[in-house]
């Protein structure tokens, strides 16, 4: 094989990885919606412990929440979870997540303290606790309160076949 075609064949290995790589990073529909659902996770979690001595105590409706939804949050994590494995091993990906979530509980909790959202975030633990038990369900309640997960790689392109007539 001639010297050009060597560095043709890396060329083209090479464009092929890092568009795999690309690939990898974006973040899929079920990813987006699994992020969606741990950002209310986190977003009650926050309020439940900031508002805990309010008179709009968020904890107990946040833990029916959990306790309710737990085998969507459990599903929402799994998903999440194999998101950050793609292109990782497990220790890496792991630390991928944890880095995620804990960012998330940071994003909410570097608030002021201010306990006016109490109310309103007891009604959305309670609004989360109540809904039917499908992850769709729960992102619609994240996207209704504008609630807007990072998506490092942001979200996947979306191809769309058509045909020549």
């Known amino acids: 094989m001639s010297k050009f075609k060597k560095l043709m064949l890396v060329g083209?290995?090479?464009?092929?990885?890092?568009?795999?790589?690309?690939?990898?990073?974006?973040?899929?529909?079920a990813a987006v919606d699994a992020a969606?659902?741990?950002?209310?996770?986190?977003?009650?979690?926050?309020?439940a412990l900031r508002?805990?001595?309010?008179?709009?105590?968020?904890?107990?409706?946040?833990?029916?929440?959990?306790?309710?939804?737990?085998?969507?949050?459990k599903l929402?994590?799994?998903?999440?979870?194999?998101?950050?494995?793609?292109?990782?091993?497990?220790?890496?990906?792991?630390?991928h997540y944890d880095r995620y979530a804990v960012s998330l509980a940071n994003k909410y909790g570097a608030g002021s303290g201010d306990l006016s959202e109490c109310k309103a975030m007891k009604e959305l633990a309670n609004s989360a606790a109540d809904t039917d038990s499908k992850l769709s369900s729960l992102v619609n309640i994240s996207?209704?309160?504008?609630?807007?997960?990072?998506?490092?790689?942001?979200?996947?392109g979306i191809v769309i076949a058509s045909t020549e007539n």
């Open 12 to 29: 083209i290995i090479g464009s092929i990885t890092m568009a795999g790589s690309a690939q990898a990073a974006c973040w899929a529909p």
């Open 36 to 47: 969606h659902v741990r950002d209310l996770q986190s977003r009650l979690m926050v309020a």
């Open 51 to 73: 508002c805990a001595k309010s008179e709009h105590d968020v904890l107990p409706h946040y833990n029916r929440f959990v306790r309710d939804k737990k085998p969507l949050l």
């Open 76 to 95: 929402g994590n799994g998903i999440l979870r194999g998101h950050f494995a793609k292109g990782r091993n497990k220790k890496q990906a792991m630390q």
């Open 143 to 156: 996207q209704f309160h504008g609630l807007t997960p990072n998506l490092p790689g942001g979200r996947c």
